[in-house]
């Protein structure tokens, strides 16, 4: 979709003028229709194609705003049945490997045409591997995770240690881990695993990375300081943070709450983070040189 509505004040919002005014916009806007938190997606060229900017959202189901479609990373890691008997994860934050995040280019384009043609449903089966893998990264236990919010209700026992052995998380995956539109001041004894969407990133005039849940001002942020988020830019890859707005995200780390009464996720290592970004098929675009109308715009 290219426009969306400004929470503030139910004005529409354009590509145009977010980019024109990102920071008043970023994370205060809907879509219109389904009125789902919506973010921006730059418009960019590659060598196949050129794509003009639009906004993202994970729409509800029938909204016909959606002319993206979003999906979830390649399903390249272990899918667990959660039907199978539960197990053990181990958890060695040492050897989670970083994911690669395909980097496009800006082109500023932006257009005045929408499309009405509604995405259709993608439904990503669920795996059934037999039995649990041993090892498992972070990245892993998200991805099954957003399969089936479920996972880890079967009593599957977690244990995560860090570089120097410490245990920072053992016991029951439910137990342990924290949707972050249930985060509450019950959640701030321990560390947790943290997860779920975000929907926009931005770095402050300290060098401070936020990674907003939604209105920056009132819902749960992750905050990164200078020194993790510049680790988290060379890990990922990244020419902006922007590139990460709309992912699931999972963090093992702590709750604290501002005097605001917000609440701020912290971690210490940006191994203790992981994405999942979403994949964007755009089904109506202007592409430059295929005469397809569906074209899948990042490939993993
Ligand atoms: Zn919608």
């Not at 994370?27 to 060229?45: M, N, P, R, V, Y």
């Not at 089936?148 to 920072?168: F, Q």
């Not at 947790?192 to 931005?202: A, D, E, K, R, S």
Request: aromatic letters at 8%.
């Amino acid at each position: 979709m290219i426009k969306a509505k400004f929470r503030d004040n139910g004005s529409e919002c354009s590509t145009e003028d977010y980019a024109q005014n990102p920071d008043k916009y970023r994370g205060l806007i809907d879509c219109i229709e389904c009125s789902q938190k919506a973010w921006f997606i730059k418009g960019f060229e590659t060598e196949k194609m050129s794509r003009m900017a639009c906004f993202g959202a994970r729409h509800l189901d029938g909204c016909n705003a959606s002319t993206v479609d979003l999906k979830s990373e390649a399903t390249d890691e272990n899918i667990d049945d959660p039907n199978s008997p539960g197990s053990s994860l181990y958890v060695n934050l040492d050897k989670s490997a970083t994911s690669n995040i395909y980097v496009s280019q800006d082109n500023d384009k932006h257009g005045d045409e929408e499309s009405t043609r509604p995405s259709p449903a993608i439904k990503n089966p669920l795996g059934n591997s037999s039995g649990y893998p041993l090892n498992k990264s972070l990245r892993g236990i998200l991805t099954n995770l957003i399969r089936n919010p479920n996972y880890g209700e079967n009593g599957l026992e977690i244990k995560i240690v860090s570089n120097g052995g410490r245990t920072i998380i053992d016991g029951k995956l439910k137990d342990n881990i924290v949707n972050i539109k249930h985060v509450s001041k019950d959640h701030m004894r321990q560390e947790y695993i943290f997860w779920g969407p975000i929907n926009n990133l931005n770095i402050d005039k300290k060098g401070v990375l936020w990674l907003n849940y939604g209105d920056y001002r009132t819902e749960p942020s992750i905050r990164l300081n200078p020194e993790l988020s510049q680790e988290l830019i060379k890990n990922f890859r990244l020419k902006d943070v922007s590139e990460l707005d709309g992912s699931d995200f999972i963090i093992v780390g702590h709750l604290g709450y501002s005097s605001a009464g917000k609440a701020i996720i912290s971690t210490s290592f940006t191994k203790y983070i992981s994405f999942r970004k979403m994949n964007i098929s755009k089904i109506n675009d202007h592409l430059k040189s295929s005469s397809k109308k569906e074209a899948v715009l990042f490939d993993n």
